[in-house]
């Protein structure tokens, strides 16, 4: 029950741009817990002016500037942690046994372990996919041309705009797709916006022996340190 309202509170705030205050009148839910649920989704500058202009206590509009101002400082936070990382993974990443342990423990946690004959690994970012790709590539031997990928969108999606985005993403051609999964949209559901919105992605390479090969990496790699 508490997912599905979540659901559509946050989906009020994104299209309707409610405050808080507008959203407790439709649901009784604790400020402490809207807080929560709304923590990445402040309201815009605009919106919190009309507020201001339609005279809504000035309290209100204080939380919500508040909001919007966490918000920036975060953006800006993350934006310095990301240039300090960048630099320093500059550093290390010209050494080879990282990279395979990055493959390793990406596989361990995103790919699957159950089917013996494909190594299988789904994601939304195409950063991670092609982190993948080029891993693979680069350590066991395959071509690009090996690998073969399915998208999984939605039928609010535009499907042929989204293909094109991923095959420009993953340097793949038309023939490495396969027939593209579409699904039906629950109802109740939502999607966030932005630009990261692209469906998942997920890329099969038809080998027993690159699946055993992975596994047991993966199973040396945890001994070694267990």
């Not at 975060?74 to 990055?102: G, L, Q, T």
Request: aromatic share 12%; with cysteine.
């Amino acid at each position: 029950m508490n997912s599905k309202l979540r659901e559509k509170v946050i989906k009020l705030r994104i299209n309707e741009e409610l405050s808080y205050t507008q959203i407790q009148r439709r649901f009784s839910i604790p400020k402490s817990t809207l807080s929560y649920w709304l923590k990445d989704f402040p309201l815009s500058k605009q919106r919190i002016s009309v507020l201001n202009a339609q005279g809504r206590k000035k309290s209100e509009a204080k939380v919500e500037r508040f909001r919007r101002a966490m918000q920036v400082k975060r953006e800006k936070e993350e934006d310095e942690a990301y240039k300090r990382y960048v630099k320093k993974f500059e550093e290390i990443a010209k050494s080879e046994i990282i990279f395979f342990v990055a493959g390793l423990m990406l596989y361990l946690g995103e790919g699957d372990k159950k089917n013996k004959n494909r190594v299988n690994l789904a994601n939304t970012d195409s950063e991670v996919i092609k982190f993948f790709i080029k891993w693979a590539v680069c350590f066991f031997d395959i071509s690009k041309k090996d690998i073969r990928v399915q998208l999984h969108l939605y039928e609010d999606m535009e499907i042929i705009k989204e293909r094109d985005f991923w095959k420009k993403e993953l340097g793949l051609l038309s023939s490495q797709f396969y027939k593209i999964q579409i699904r039906k949209l629950r109802r109740n559901s939502f999607s966030y916006k932005g630009g990261a919105r692209h469906g998942t992605c997920s890329v099969y390479i038809l080998s027993t022996r690159i699946k055993m090969e992975i596994m047991m990496a993966v199973r040396a790699f945890l001994k070694s340190y267990n």
